[in-house]
């Protein structure tokens, strides 16, 4: 683990585009509308935010439509003022990355090449169409490694000619605020990342 402060220097960038009054584009992935939330709210300010939402590890294409749609409904309900991209369900490039992983633990090897399977589709999609920056809400929760997440991001960044918007979501009670615009949205929160493999860890927690 690192010592860098991913808050502090987006704090940075957010000051300079400031100061020099620009309001950069900027490609949000999106792995659901509850971590969003405050993501939006957050960041709308600064920037112009395209949403991307783009997660083929959902174990079902029921649950990828059920997300989806509550991301077009925050959207709409909120007022963000977020263009919605909401990308085709295809659970094989998931299973193409995750196979042989299938058995390591919740926050392990697994999931750092989902991670880098959704931010290399955000990458390659705002590079494509001259976004400033790219980034991902994934750093927003507790179980999600910032560390991997702005390093795959950096990676990324130079290979396809793209910033990216260095993030630590959680910081500043990111979550905690993600949670009560949750509840004031009614918006679906579900009790596991998306993968079948994540599903069956959370059945077996409860059990």
């Known amino acids: 683990m690192n010592n860098r402060n ?5 704090d940075f960038i957010i000051k300079e585009n400031t100061e020099r009054k620009v309001r950069p584009s900027l490609l949000l992935h999106v792995c ?9 709210e957050y960041l709308q300010d600064y920037f112009d935010i395209t949403l991307l939402f783009y997660n083929p590890n ?47 633990p919740e926050g392990g090897a697994r999931c750092r090449r989902c991670y880098e399977l959704r931010m290399r589709k955000a990458a390659e ?18 179980y999600k ?7 795959i991001g950096e990676k990324l960044a130079v290979e396809y000619n793209i910033k990216h918007l260095t993030s630590d979501f959680k910081k500043r009670n990111g979550y905690k605020r993600s949670i009560e615009l949750s509840k004031e949205y009614n918006l679906y929160r579900q009790d596991y990342c998306g993968c079948r493999m994540s599903r069956k860890g959370r059945e077996g927690e409860m059990k």
Request: net charge negative; charged share 25%; glycine share 6%.
């Open 6 to 10: 991913y808050q502090r220097e987006l």
């Open 32 to 40: 659901c509308a509850p971590c969003s939330s405050y993501v939006q």
């Open 58 to 104: 959902m174990d079902s294409a029921g649950e990828y439509e059920h997300r989806s749609r509550e991301l077009e409904r925050l959207v709409a309900e909120a007022g963000y003022a977020s263009k919605v991209v909401i990308c085709g369900y295809d659970p094989e490039n998931f299973a193409d990355i995750s196979r042989g992983f299938e058995e390591e």
């Open 125 to 142: 999609y705002a590079s494509a169409r001259g976004y400033d920056y790219f980034t991902t809400t994934l750093s927003i929760s507790p």
């Open 145 to 151: 490694n910032a560390d991997w997440i702005n390093e």
